[in-house]
């Protein structure tokens, strides 16, 4: 029977995004619960698909004990303010320090932290947490598939685990494993040996759905490889939108033996370099992909659904360009939804007009990126809400959603889910809280990526991605490097980064 500490801070920084994630983000948390510290943390998390919530409830049925640090999330953005990171890491390190007696220390990251002052922000806060702890306790982790995984973070922790879904529909089921990990380290008495291996290229996002191949047959054989004396293997495919040394993927195995740890990573290092060929697909302009959608509508029995990648909210977007609502209207979209629009002052105009008003509104042209150009337009107010209403898909499984006011407006054959706060779509019930039903509309554009598939792929005809102007550019040889580690490939086959011109 073990005492392990629990804490951690979860953020996906994409630094060629608008907008920092300050103290009050991670107080606010999205959908994800707010900064919480003590008691009240476990609580809050219970029942949720967070690897901090199958952490805790795993390792309580081991019949260990668990006492509450301080854990916090953002919604992904650019860089974390230098305030937000060292408040934070304050919290959990004084916790620590005030703590009963602990065998071992648990923090749930993301792995793909940049703050203001620092590029590497989980590696710092291992290295803070390993220098409290002394080499001799355990330190574990759990991570984001997208984790731009560090030689540092390697390094100061004892054993990190990654999801293996993405959507990632298995965070709580990797705080479970982690559990279980922990606990077999715990039974036999010894720390496992480490390897570690980066990929000399980087992988678009949307190519990293574990619903497609090759990341599908990828993530299927990593379990295949835990036997014997391999402990765990992980693999992290990289957040590729944060201009710092080490973005990229990266595999990582654990094991009894030294022997056994190289072997497996160097294997798995080689399926992954074997694949690179396969980690590409078509992506749309936004007026092709409007028009095959509408074209793919007139046969389909079900939605055909749109990625609005670039402004995808889950990667750094604010959920505000205005692309695709352009291309859906100048097109002539029949019984088309897209969701959503965050965008507070229209949400205000909107509820002060009331239902059946028409109201002049102006969308996008707020991210700074060429091509996103305000569209102003007439809408029509169908319905009014509050923003508040639980999720009911995988992917945000025992969330409840605070949209603040929110709204369906109607501009020809197209309706906009409109919001206060940003959060990416990928539940049904985003469409359904304003009267929309999703299962019957022609063409559904989802301002995501990936994560939209868990819920969406079921009563889908098809799925197309769209890159409209964004901060979330979907092929990282097109983003502004400038920190980036020489020698390695933009894109899967791609050009290799010399440094800059």
């Given at each position: 029977?073990?005492?392990?500490?629990?804490?951690?801070?979860?953020?996906?920084?994409?630094?060629?995004?608008?907008?920092?994630?300050?103290?009050?983000?991670?107080?606010?948390?999205?959908?994800?619960?707010?900064?919480?510290?003590?008691?009240?943390?476990?609580?809050?998390?219970?029942?949720?698909?967070?690897?901090?919530?199958?952490?805790?409830?795993?390792?309580?049925?081991?019949?260990?004990?668990?006492?509450?640090?301080?854990?916090?999330?953002?919604?992904?953005?650019?860089?974390?303010?230098?305030?937000?990171?060292?408040?934070?890491?304050?919290?959990?390190?004084?916790?620590?320090?005030?703590?009963?007696?602990?065998?071992?220390?648990?923090?749930?990251?993301?792995?793909?932290?940049?703050?203001?002052?620092?590029?590497?922000?989980?590696?710092?806060?291992?290295?803070?947490?390993?220098?409290?702890?002394?080499?001799?306790?355990?330190?574990?982790?759990?991570?984001?598939?997208?984790?731009?995984?560090?030689?540092?973070?390697?390094?100061?922790?004892?054993?990190?685990?990654?999801?293996?879904?993405?959507?990632?529909?298995?965070?709580?089921?990797?705080?479970?494993?982690?559990?279980?990990?922990?606990?077999?380290?715990?039974?036999?008495?010894?720390?496992?040996?480490?390897?570690?291996?980066?990929?000399?290229?980087?992988?678009?996002?949307?190519?990293?759905?574990?619903?497609?191949?090759?990341?599908?047959?990828?993530?299927?054989?990593?379990?295949?490889?835990?036997?014997?004396?391999?402990?765990?293997?992980?693999?992290?495919?990289?957040?590729?939108?944060?201009?710092?040394?080490?973005?990229?993927?990266?595999?990582?195995?654990?094991?009894?033996?030294?022997?056994?740890?190289?072997?497996?990573?160097?294997?798995?290092?080689?399926?992954?370099?074997?694949?690179?060929?396969?980690?590409?697909?078509?992506?749309?302009?936004?007026?092709?992909?409007?028009?095959?959608?509408?074209?793919?509508?007139?046969?389909?029995?079900?939605?055909?659904?749109?990625?609005?990648?670039?402004?995808?909210?889950?990667?750094?977007?604010?959920?505000?360009?205005?692309?695709m609502l352009r291309a859906l209207v100048e097109n002539r979209a029949e019984q088309a939804s897209l969701g959503l629009m965050?965008?507070?002052?229209?949400?205000?105009?909107?509820?002060?007009?009331?239902?059946?008003?028409?109201?002049?509104?102006?969308?996008?042209?707020?991210?700074?990126?060429?091509?996103?150009?305000?569209?102003?337009?007439?809408?029509?107010?169908?319905?009014?809400?509050?923003?508040?209403?639980?999720?009911?898909?995988?992917?945000?499984?025992?969330?409840?959603?605070?949209?603040?006011?929110?709204?369906?407006?109607?501009?020809?054959?197209?309706?906009?889910?409109?919001?206060?706060?940003?959060?990416?779509?990928?539940?049904?019930?985003?469409?359904?809280?304003?009267?929309?039903?999703?299962?019957?509309?022609?063409?559904?554009?989802?301002?995501?990526?990936?994560?939209?598939?868990?819920?969406?792929?079921?009563i889908a005809e098809e799925i197309l991605v769209c890159a409209a102007?964004?901060?979330?550019?979907?092929?990282?040889?097109?983003?502004?490097?400038?920190?980036?580690?020489?020698?390695?490939?933009?894109?899967?086959?791609?050009?290799?980064?010399?440094?800059?011109?």
């Amino acid at each position: 029977m073990a005492v392990i500490a629990v804490g951690g801070i979860q953020h996906e920084t994409n630094t060629f995004a608008p907008t920092k994630a300050d103290l009050r983000a991670f107080m606010t948390g999205g959908s994800r619960p707010p900064l919480t510290t003590g008691p009240d943390l476990f609580p809050r998390s219970k029942g949720k698909n967070l690897p901090i919530a199958g952490f805790v409830e795993q390792v309580e049925a081991l019949d260990h004990h668990v006492y509450a640090l301080t854990w916090g999330a953002a919604a992904p953005s650019d860089v974390v303010t230098e305030n937000a990171f060292e408040h934070i890491s304050a919290l959990i390190l004084e916790g620590l320090k005030s703590a009963p007696v602990y065998d071992a220390v648990y923090l749930c990251l993301h792995g793909a932290m940049v703050t203001e002052h620092l590029e590497d922000g989980e590696g710092e806060l291992l290295r803070r947490v390993r220098d409290l702890i002394g080499p001799e306790k355990l330190l574990v982790a759990s991570l984001d598939l997208h984790s731009n995984t560090t030689p540092e973070m390697i390094a100061n922790a004892d054993l990190l685990v990654a999801y293996r879904t993405y959507p990632h529909v298995d965070m709580a089921d990797t705080g479970a494993r982690t559990a279980r990990l922990l606990d077999e380290i715990f039974r036999r008495g010894k720390k496992p040996a480490k390897a570690f291996q980066q990929i000399p290229f980087l992988i678009p996002l949307n190519w990293q759905c574990t619903m497609m191949q090759p990341a599908q047959g990828l993530y299927e054989r990593l379990a295949d490889m835990e036997s014997g004396e391999v402990l765990h293997t992980s693999f992290t495919p990289g957040f590729p939108a944060a201009d710092i040394h080490h973005c990229g993927p990266s595999v990582f195995a654990y094991g009894w033996s030294e022997e056994a740890a190289q072997t497996a990573c160097r294997r798995l290092a080689e399926d992954v370099n074997g694949s690179e060929s396969a980690f590409a697909g078509r992506i749309y302009d936004p007026e092709s992909g409007v028009l095959e959608a509408m074209r793919l509508a007139e046969i389909a029995t079900r939605p055909v659904v749109i990625a609005d990648t670039q402004d995808n909210p889950g990667a750094g977007g604010d959920s505000n360009t205005a692309g695709m609502l352009r291309a859906l209207v100048e097109n002539r979209a029949e019984q088309a939804s897209l969701g959503l629009m965050a965008d507070p002052t229209a949400a205000e105009i909107v509820h002060r007009a009331g239902v059946g008003a028409e109201v002049n509104l102006s969308f996008g042209g707020h991210s700074g990126i060429e091509g996103d150009e305000p569209f102003e337009e007439n809408f029509t107010v169908e319905m009014l809400h509050d923003g508040r209403f639980d999720a009911t898909g995988p992917f945000y499984k025992g969330a409840t959603f605070n949209l603040g006011p929110s709204a369906c407006i109607k501009i020809g054959g197209t309706r906009v889910v409109l919001a206060c706060n940003k959060v990416q779509l990928a539940d049904q019930a985003m469409y359904r809280f304003v009267g929309i039903e999703p299962t019957t509309e022609n063409i559904l554009v989802n301002k995501s990526s990936v994560h939209f598939r868990a819920d969406f792929a079921p009563i889908a005809e098809e799925i197309l991605v769209c890159a409209a102007p964004g901060p979330m550019i979907a092929d990282p040889a097109d983003l502004p490097w400038s920190r980036l580690r020489k020698g390695i490939r933009l894109n899967p086959l791609g050009r290799v980064w010399q440094g800059p011109l």
